[in-house]
């Protein structure tokens, strides 16, 4: 599986950013699909996946980001309003056939997209 991330750049804070993620899996309909996150000097941290029938967020981030999919594009999105400085990372989507969507155990791995929130 192949995933193309897309959609970041620069915007300051209270702004909003939409992340697209294509994957090129024939059966995306049947791949979780989640998005996480590496600051500068932090560890890689989960921001939200999305399943067939269900979606999770981490705590930081509910109510502010909305994760959906359309399986038609096969393509995944991430919704970022009210965006903080603290959301300032390279965001990376993930897809894994099964297993549960905060787990890191994602077996493909896009290239990145960067955000920045200046304040």
């Known amino acids: 599986v192949q995933l193309q991330a897309s959609g970041g750049g620069l915007v300051q804070a209270g702004g909003s950013l939409r992340l697209s993620c294509a994957a090129s899996e024939r059966t995306f309909s049947v791949i979780v699909m989640g998005w996480f996150r590496q600051a500068p000097g932090k560890e890689r941290e989960f921001v939200a996946a999305i399943s067939w029938s269900s979606t999770a967020y981490a705590d930081s981030v509910k109510g502010r980001f909305t994760i959906s999919r359309d399986n038609a594009k096969g393509t995944v999105y991430l919704q970022m309003n009210s965006l903080k400085p603290e959301d300032t990372a390279v965001y990376y989507c993930?897809?894994?056939?099964?297993?549960?969507?905060?787990?890191?155990?994602?077996?493909?791995w896009g290239q990145g997209t960067l955000v920045t929130v200046s304040s």
């Open positions: 993930a897809a894994k056939r099964a297993g549960r969507l905060t787990t890191n155990d994602y077996n493909y």
